[in-house]
């Protein structure tokens, strides 16, 4: 089964660091590029971005570039997202998914998903 | 980059009625059109691909249509477990962006 398993929830100050998981299984995980989605409270999906396991090549929205930074880890099919100082404003849930090929190859979506990582940022 | 509209931004039918909802790209996209569902609390899952296309599991009830820049979702038979938010998606550009959603609730 094709599987993503992210780390648990975390709650942190203003101005201070972390940096979440999101463990693959059941496919190739040192080619496949993997994405990272933001939903805040209430609100809808936001691409933050997408990395390549195989590489470390990654791409970032304007929204989010220079905010967070994404690395793997190809020994232990791991993909990471990190800020180096957190704010308020960064408090959501933060996905994780597998970037697919579908419809042999000319198209990609996001598939399967990890369960998500609560990030409660508060002072 | 690609602004991604949808609408209505919420709707309310009845068990058994047909429910369309679109979405507009601020350019063309091709193809390159993905939606998404996502129940209340759990994770956003896959719903169609490349306009039309439906991943293993999907029920054929979901059927998509469109090209270009204008895009429908289309619930042929609206049943109790459709209550969600579906996102529409575009992959043309290396960078991907959602639309804000449409949140279907039931009669």
């Known amino acids: 089964e094709v599987q993503l398993v992210q780390s648990g929830v975390e709650v942190k100050k203003p101005g201070e660091s972390l940096k979440i998981s999101c463990k693959g299984s059941?496919?190739?995980?040192?080619?496949?590029?993997i994405g990272w989605v933001r939903q805040m409270p209430g609100r809808g999906l936001e691409w933050i971005g997408i990395?390549?396991?195989?590489?470390?090549?990654?791409r970032y929205s304007p929204s989010f570039e220079g905010q967070v930074t994404f690395s793997v880890d190809r020994s232990i099919n791991t993909a990471y997202l990190q800020w180096s100082s957190l704010k308020a404003s960064d408090s959501g849930i933060y996905y994780c998914?597998?970037?697919?090929?579908?419809?042999?190859?000319?198209?990609?979506?996001?598939?399967?998903w990890g369960q998500g990582t609560l990030v409660v940022v508060s002072s | 980059d690609i602004q991604m509209t949808q609408s209505p931004s919420s709707l309310s039918a009845s068990v058994g009625d047909r429910v369309t909802i679109t979405c507009r790209a601020s350019?063309?996209?091709?193809?390159?059109l993905n939606w998404y569902q996502q129940k209340p609390g759990k994770v956003p899952e896959l719903l169609i691909y490349?306009?039309?296309g439906l991943p293993s599991g999907v029920p054929s009830r979901f059927s998509g249509s469109g090209t270009g820049t204008e895009f429908t979702l289309t619930i042929s038979s609206l049943q109790p477990e459709d209550s969600a938010t579906y996102y529409c998606?575009?992959?043309?550009?290396?960078?991907?962006?959602f639309g804000q959603g449409t949140k279907v609730e039931i009669k």
């Open positions: 998606q575009q992959g043309y550009t290396t960078e991907w962006t």
């Open positions: 998914a597998r970037q697919t090929p579908y419809g042999s190859g000319n198209y990609r979506a996001f598939a399967p």
């Open positions: 350019q063309s996209i091709s193809t390159y």
């Open positions: 059941g496919f190739a995980f040192s080619t496949q590029w």
């Open positions: 990395i390549y396991s195989g590489d470390s090549g990654t």
């Open positions: 490349g306009v039309s």
